[in-house]
């Protein structure tokens, strides 16, 4: 009964600020890494960032290094992204994702390798 439901989402203008939370529940202890995906118009699903299961590894994709930061609060069952100096290009539905691993990091940032996804939230940028 695993649920990962997305909240933060919403319509800012290019360069603001907006983070995303997702809140997880039933997995019965931590060690799953999680990653943020998105779809945007006209685009398949896009992976944006990971985190391991202990939040000391990130990784990010090009189009978002150095303006996004990827974090979770496991006492908390929470991740977040941090987005900053967003673009119009940054407009679209974002999924939070989770992945059981033995190892504790995301070895694939292919969709198919994750298990567990929330439904999206979107994330609107105006020029």
């Known amino acids: 009964q695993v649920q990962l439901v997305e909240s933060g989402g919403g319509s800012v203008q290019a360069g603001g600020s907006l983070r995303l939370s997702c809140t997880a529940s039933?997995?019965?202890?931590?060690?799953?890494?999680m990653g943020w995906f998105r779809r945007a118009p006209g685009k398949g699903l896009e992976w944006v960032s990971a985190i391991s299961s202990s939040g000391t590894s990130t990784d990010y994709a090009d189009s978002v290094k150095g303006r996004f930061t990827i974090s979770r609060d496991n006492a908390k069952n929470t991740l977040y992204l941090q987005m900053n100096s967003l673009k119009p290009e940054d407009t679209a539905m974002y999924l939070c994702a989770a992945a059981r691993t033995p190892v504790g990091y995301c070895y694939s940032t292919a969709a198919a390798s994750f298990g567990y996804w929330g439904l999206g939230i979107q994330v609107t940028v105006s020029s």
């Open positions: 039933g997995f019965t202890d931590s060690n799953y890494c």
